[in-house]
C-alpha cells in the first residue's frame, strides 16, 4: 500500500530519560523513526526531555522540544504545532503512556488527531492484563492462571486458591518495577504492597509461578495488509522467573526443535494479527523443556529493548521500517535496508551466533541486593556475535568492563561451595562466573541444572570452556591448541594468565603465526545475497570479508554498555564524531559492544565492527584497518583505560596524547602541572598503603574527599570525617596499592562549577558554564546543573575562563576536556580535569548550538577552531535559562541508599529551560518524574550541622503555606525558631512514627540529610528508602531542598496577616 | 565438537578447486554430490531426511547444527538420500526432550558422511558466486592426492535418476474416512502425507511411474503431486502422466509436483543459480496481494515467460527475484506451488494450500453429482 498523503505533520513522543528499563535503545530506535519519517516527506515534531540524545539534534526532526512529557506540556506542543497524527509506538512505554493519556484527556479527538501504527484500542488489549487474558482465552492460548488483585486480601485468597510460587506483576510499569516471586506470605505481602503502589491503576496480576520453562521471544513485525514476520527469535539463557532484561539471552534459538520454533512463531503472528498491530511488537513465551506445553507471558505493542537488540542482532532495522508501517507502506514493498536487493517481506537468516550479557550496576551499589527477579535491574547490556556459543559468550564476558574477562570469578579461593550453590540457586549479576568455578570445581552439569534451571545445552557449552582451560594450560604456545581456544572465545589477557606471560606475547605469537581474527559481515541472509552493509563482527576462521579500502580512515572508540556514570551521552559524543571524520572526508570506523545505541546502527559510520572493547580486540582491527589513528576521547573512560595499551603497540593516539591524558589524570603529575601554571587545587595528596592514607588525612585536616585514581562516575568516592572512617574505607572500600593509589584531598564546601571546553592546541573555546545547585561533595552527575551561572561574579567567570585557557594549553589538550571547580570562600579550585568528553557536552551543544563534539574531533584531525569559524574565549551567553536535572532509578534497587554524595547514582537526566532559573528548575524536576504539590506537608530530619540552614528551609515552607512536620531533634530547632512544627516518634516508637507519615502519604516532600551520630544511620536509611517506595520526593541535600522550595514559592502567593504598626497608623 | 581429538579429519573439495579440511563426522566413507546450501535456522533433521536433497551435499549456513539432537518424530522420509551434510559446529551434547541420537550417532547409522568446523560462511558464498558445484567428501582419516580428487570429480556427471532411486516401488495405501486421494511419490516428503492425514484423506501413495490410467483406474478425489529431487525433465514419463490426468481429476502439486504441471501444461524449466533453500522465503500471492513465508527446496525453477503461452496462469511469485512461486490451470480444478506450504521444517503460513485442495475436491464431487 502506498504512503498516507492525508497527513503532513507528525508528532514522534520520545522516552525522556534513561532510566533502568528504559534506556538508550529508545535513543536508537526514535532516531531512526524521525528520519524514516522525514525520508518519506513528512514533517517530523519532536518531543524528549531527554538532552543527551541524538533525536533531539535538531537534524533528526524538523521541529525539536526538549521538554517534560507530561500531559501539560505535550498539550501545549500540541496546540502549537498541530500535528496531523502521533507515532507513540517508538519512545518505550512513556511514549505509550503518554499517548494514552492524551487520548483520555481528549485533546486528540478535539484537535482530530490520529494515532498512527498500532491503534490505543491494541495498546489496551495488550497492556491491560484483563483485556489480553480475555483476547487470549477468545484465541485458545494459554495463560498461566493468574488473577488481577487490587488489595491483600484478594492476593491472600488467589494464592490459598493455586499456592506457592506466585509471581506479581504490577500492571502499567517499566520493567516490571515493584513486582516479583513469592515463595511466601512475607514476600507476597512485600512485593503485592510495592506493586500497588507503582502501578498507576493499582493494580497488580498475581500469576502462577512458571519457573523453569524456557523463556522464548519472539520479534514480530505486521503491516496494515496484514503482512506479518518474525524478524528474530530469541532464546533466554535463563529459564522463566527472571525478567529478560537480566537475563543472558542469545539469538536464535537454541535448544527448540523446528517443530517447536514453527509452533511458537505460529502463535506469535496469530497474536499480532489479532492485536492488529502496524508496526514492531515483541512476544515473551514459556516452553515447558519436557513437553510442547507453552503459554503466552506477555505481549510488548511496540518497540521495546529486545526489538533494539534483534535489530542489532540481524541487522534488520525494525523501528525504522515500523516507522513506515505507521504511514501505511506495507513490508512487501519496502526493501530489506542491508541488501538493498531482497524486500524488507523476509525473515533474516542469522549465520552466527549472538550472546547479550546485561550490566547491572551492582558495582556501584554494594548495599543493594543482587539477587534478579521479575524486576529489571540492569542498565545497560553488551552483544557479542560469533560463530560459537563458547566464543560469543567469552566475547561478551569480556565486553562487560566488570573485570572479568573470563567465566571465572576474581578470588575464587575465598568462595565456599555452600556460598556457590547459593548464588547459583538464587541468580544474581555473577551467576555465569559462579557457574564456571562449580565446573571447575567438578560440579556435573546435571547438578547446576537442578540448581539454576539452565538448560544442558548451555552448560556443556560452559563445560567445554572449562575443559579447554586445561588443555590451553598444558600447552603453552601450542599452535593448534591456540587457534582452537580462539576459536572459542578466550581473550588473550586469560591465555596469558594460563601461559603465566604478558598478555602480549600471546598477542604477537598469534600475529607470528597468523591466528587472527577475520570479519564476517551481518547481512539478514546468511550469506545467500551480496550485501554492502558495513556491519562486520570477528570470528577465528578462514575468509575476511572486510575489505581496507583506499580511503585513509580514523576508528573511534564507542564507550560500551550504559552503566551509571558512563551514559547515553557519551554515545552522543561517539556518533557526533564519526559523523565529523566523515565531514573532514575520511573513512570513519567504530568499534562498540552496546546493542542499544545510535552508534551501533550500521548506517551512521563508514563501518561498524561489533566487537569487545578490548586491547585484543581493537588492535586486530587497527591491524586490518591501518587507520591515520586512533580517538578514545569521545567513548568515556572505556575508551581512555584502552588509549596506554594502544599506544604501546604502536597505535596513534589521536588528538590529546597519551603522556598528556597522563597528566591530567595521574595525581602527581596533575598536581606538578597545576603548580607550572600556577592554579590552586584543594590540599591533597596520594597514598598507597592505610597507614598513609592516614598520616596525610590527618595532616590535610578533616572532612577529606578520598577515591582511587583512575575511576568513572565517583566510584567509591567518599567524604570522610575522621581517623576512623578513613581507616575503614581504606581497609574496606578500596584496595590501595603502588599501581592503584588512593586520592586524598581537602574537602571544600561551595559552590561547584562545571566547564566544558575545546583546545585545537593553541585556542580555547568555552562554549558555556555551568554552575550546580548542590554544593560539592555531590557528584557532578547527581547534581542540578545550571546554565548560565546565575550567582557567580563577573570576577569569577573571569578567573574560570583564564583558568580554563591555561590548563586547556597548559595540559596540552587537542580535542575535548571537563573541568570541574569549586569556589570555596571566595577562591576558585580546580577539583578535577577530565581529558575527554563529559556527560554534559550533550547538554551544553543543544543549548549553544556549538557542536562541541564535531569541532573537537575536526580540531584533533587538524583544523583550527578559528579555521572552523569559532570565536576562542567564551562564548556569550544563550537567552534563558536551563537546568540539567538528574533521574535516578532507585525504585527498581532495593536497599539502596539514596543520599545523595561524591558516588553517582543517577541513571539519566532531563533538560528544563524557559526564562527564569524558578520555570526551567519546575520544568526539569517535572521531567524527572518529581510530583511537584504546592501545599501539603514537609518531612523534615537532618543532621545538627545542617540545622541552622534547615530552619531557614523550614521558615520558607511555613510561609507559603506547608505544614512541617520533623523528628524530634529537628523539630525542637524549628520550633526555637518560632516556626510551628508537628512532631512524629522515630522509627520503633510507639505512637505515629516517621515511616507511618510517609506511609499514609501524609507528606508531599521529604528532606532528609546524613546524619551521623545522635540517629542510627539506618533510620535514616530507611526513611529515604520508604519514600522512594512509596514515591515520594526525597530530598537529601538542602541545596536540592532549597531550589525545590524556590519553584513553589514561584508557584504560590504568601499568605500574610497585616502589621500591628500599619493597622494602627 | 570439543572433544576432537577423537575426531578424524577428511576433506570436502569442490570442482573450482577449493578444498576444505575439517573433522569427520557420520560415516567415514566418502561421498559425491552436488554441494548446495539451506539457510533454515532449525529443521535440521527435517532437511536431511528430505529425499528432494537425493545425491546432494548439504551445507547448513547456521553454524551450530545438531542442538537439538535427533528424535523419532521428525524424519521427513525413512531413509537418507543426501550424500553428506557441512556445518560449522556440530552439537556433541544435544539437549532436547525428544532427543534420541547426536545427529553423528544418527549419520554414522545411516552411513552419511559429514565434514565439521569448516567456514561453511565462506563455502557458501563460494557457491552464492559460482552457482551450485560438484563436491566431494574424502573419507575420514585418509590424505588423498587432491589435485587428482578434483580432476576425478570435475568429470564425474550427477546422476539423473534421482527420482527413481527415492520413490517407492510399490503402492501403499495410508487410510482415512475423507476424499480418496491418490498421492503420487516423487520422492514425497512425510509432511504431505501428515497434512492430507490430517484433513482425514484416505491416501493412496503411488510410485512415481504409475500411468495415468492405474491413477484414474483408483478413481480418485484428486491427485496430489509430491516434491522430489533433481531435474523435472529427467521424468519424462512422469510429464506424459500428468498431461494425461489434467482435467480428469482435481491436481494439487508441491515443488516437482508443480514443475510437472507446468511442464505437463507447456512450460519450460531452468537450473537456478544456486537455488532457494531454506525457511524464510517471501512468496507474493497475486490475488490476495499477501505475502506469505515459506519453506523452499528447489534447484530449478519454471520459466514465467514459457507459461504465457499455456493454459496456466501465475498465481505466486517469488518477492525477491520474481521467479515463478505457484500457478493454476484456467479451466481445471488444477494448482501447484513451487515451495513447500507443508513446511517441516520451516513457517506454516500456507498450510491453507492444503484446505483448498480438499475444498476443489469437494466443489468438484458436487459438481460431477450434479452432472449425474
Known sequence: MPKRKDIETILVIGSGPIV??????????????????????????????????????????????????????????????????????????????????????????????????????????????????????????????????????????????????????????????????????????????????????????????????????????????????????MENVDAVGIHTGDSIVVAPTQTLSDRENQMLRNVSLKIIRALKIEGGCNVQLA????????????????????????????????????????????????????????????????????????RWPFDKFESAKRNLGTQMKATGEVMSLGRTFEEAILKSVRSLETGHFHIEMKNPESITDEWMEKRIRRAGDERLFFIGEALRRGVSVEQIHEWSQIDLFFLNKLQNIVQYEKEIQAKPFDQEVLYKAKRMGFADKTIAKYWNVKEIEVYNFKKEHNIVPVYKMVDTCAGEFESETPYFYGTYEEENESIRTEKESVIVLGSGPIRIGQG????????????????????AIIINNNPETVSTDFSISDKLYFEPLTVEDV???????????????????????????????????????????????????????????????????????????????????????????????????????????????????VDASPEKPVLIDRYLTGTEIEVDAICDGENVLIPGIMEHIERAGVHSGDSIAVYPPQKLSQQHIDTLVDYTTRLAKGLKIVGLMNIQYVISKDEVYVIEVNPRSSRTVPFLSKITSIPMANIATKAILGQSIIEQGYTPGLAPNRQGVYVKVPVFSFAKLRRVDITLGPEMKSTGEVMGKDITLEKALYKGLVAAGMEIKDYGSVLMTVSDKDKEEAIEIAKRFNHIGFRIIATEGTAKAIQKAGIPVDIVDKIGSKGTTILDVIQKGDAQFVINTLTKGMQPERDGFRIRRESVENGIPCLTSLDTAEAMLRVIESMTFSTETMKHEEVRS | MAGGERMKMRYLLLEDGTVFKGNAFGSEEGSFGEVIFTTAMTGYQESISDPSNCGQILTFTYPMVGNYGVNPEDFESIDLA?????????????????????????????????IEGIDTRKLTRIIRNHGSLK???????????????????????????????????????????????????????????RELNKRDCDITVVPYNTSAKEILGMFPDGVMLSNGPGDPTDIPEAIEMVKEIIGQVPIFGVCLGHQLISLASGATSFKLKFGHRGGNHPVKDLKTGRTELTSQNHGYSIDADSIENTDLEITHIALNDGTVEGVKHKKFPVYSVQFHPEGSSGPEDSKHLFDQFIELMNANSKKENSHA
Open chain 1, 619 to 733: 588492535m586486530h582491527i587497527v591491524d586490518l584497518e591501518q587507520p591515520k589513528g586512533v580517538v578514545v576521547q569521545f567513548g568515556g573512560q572505556t575508551a581512555i583505560n584502552l588509549a596506554a595499551a594502544l599506544e604501546e603497540r604502536g597505535v596513534k593516539i589521536l588528538g590529546t596524547t597519551l603522556e598528556d591524558i597522563d597528566r591530567a589524570e595521574n595525581r602527581n603529575e596533575f598536581e606538578a602541572a597545576l603548580h607550572e601554571i600556577d592554579i590552586p587545587q584543594p590540599l591533597g595528596k596520594t597514598a598507597v598503603s592505610v597507614e598513609e592514607a592516614v598520616i596525610i588525612a590527618n595532616e590535610i585536616g578533616y572532612p577529606v574527599l578520598v577515591r582511587p585514581s583512575y575511576v568513572l562516575g565517583g566510584r567509591a568516592m567518599q567524604i570522610v570525617y575522621n581517623e576512623q572512617e578513613i581507616q575503614h574505607y581504606m581497609e574496606h572500600a
Open chain 2, 82 to 114: 543426501l550424500s553428506g551434510v557441512v556445518v560449522r559446529e556440530l552439537a556433541e551434547q544435544p539437549s532436547n526432550f525428544r532427543s534420541q541420537n547426536t545427529l553423528h550417532e544418527f549419520l554414522e547409522a545411516k552411513n552419511i558422511p559429514g
Open chain 1, 568 to 587: 547515553v551521552e557519551f554515545d552522543y559524543a561517539t556518533v557526533h564524531s564519526v559523523w565529523a571524520i566523515k565531514e573532514a572526508g575520511y573513512e
Open chain 1, 287 to 358: 516452553l515447558d523443556p519436557y513437553s510442547f506445553n507453552y503459554y503466552i507471558i506477555e505481549v510488548n505493542p511496540r518497540v521495546s529493548r529486545s526489538s533494539a537488540l534483534a535489530s542489532k542482532a540481524t541487522g534488520y532495522p525494525i523501528a525504522k521500517l515500523a516507522a513506515k508501517i505507521a504511514v501505511g507502506l506495507s513490508l512487501d514493498e519496502m526493501m530489506n535496508p542491508v541488501t538493498e536487493k531482497t524486500y524488507a517481506c523476509f525473515e533474516p537468516a542469522l549465520d552466527y551466533i549472538v550472546a547479550k550479557i546485561p
Open chain 1, 20 to 233: 533502568i528499563g528504559q534506556a538508550a535503545e529508545f535513543d536508537y530506535a526514535g532516531t531512526q523513526a524521525c528520519i524514516s519519517l522525514k525520508e518519506e516527506g513528512y514533517r517530523v515534531i519532536l518531543v524528549n526531555s531527554n538532552p543527551a540524545t541524538i533525536m533531539t539534534d535538531t537534524e533528526i526532526a524538523d521541529k525539536v522540544y526538549i521538554e517534560p512529557i507530561t500531559l501539560p506540556f505535550v498539550s501545549k506542543i500540541i496546540r502549537k504545532e498541530r500535528p496531523d497524527a502521533i507515532l507513540p509506538t517508538l519512545g518505550g512505554q512513556t511514549g505509550l503512556n503518554m499517548a494514552i493519556e492524551l487520548d483520555e484527556s481528549g485533546i486528540l479527538d478535539e484537535l482530530g488527531i490520529e494515532i498512527l501504527g498500532t491503534k490505543l484500542e491494541a495498546i489496551h488489549k495488550a497492556e491491560d492484563r484483563d483485556l489480553f487474558r480475555n483476547l487470549m482465552n477468545e484465541l485458545g492460548e494459554p495463560v498461566p492462571e493468574s488473577d488481577i488483585i487490587h488489595n491483600i486480601i484478594e492476593a491472600k485468597a488467589f494464592v490459598e486458591r493455586i499456592g506457592y510460587p506466585v509471581i506479581v506483576r504490577p500492571a502499567f510499569t517499566l520493567g516490571g518495577t515493584g513486582g516479583g516471586i513469592c515463595h511466601n506470605d512475607a514476600d507476597l505481602v512485600e512485593f503485592v504492597t510495592s506493586g500497588l503502589k507503582y502501578s498507576p491503576v493499582t493494580q497488580c496480576l498475581l500469576e502462577k509461578s512458571i519457573a523453569g520453562y524456557k523463556e522464548i521471544e519472539y520479534e514480530v513485525m505486521r503491516d496494515s495488509a496484514d503482512n506479518a514476520i518474525v524478524v528474530c527469535n
Open chain 2, 135 to 193: 563436491g566431494k567428501l574424502t573419507k575420514a582419516g585418509e590424505e588423498v592426492n587432491i589435485a587428482e580428487e578434483i580432476e576425478k570429480l570435475k568429470a564425474t556427471v550427477i546422476p539423473t535418476n534421482v527420482v527413481q532411486q527415492v520413490s517407492i516401488t510399490r503402492p501403499y495405501p495410508s487410510p482415512g474416512r475423507g476424499k480418496r486421494v491418490v498421492l503420487v511419490d516423487f520422492g514425497m516428503k512425510h509432511g504431505i502425507l
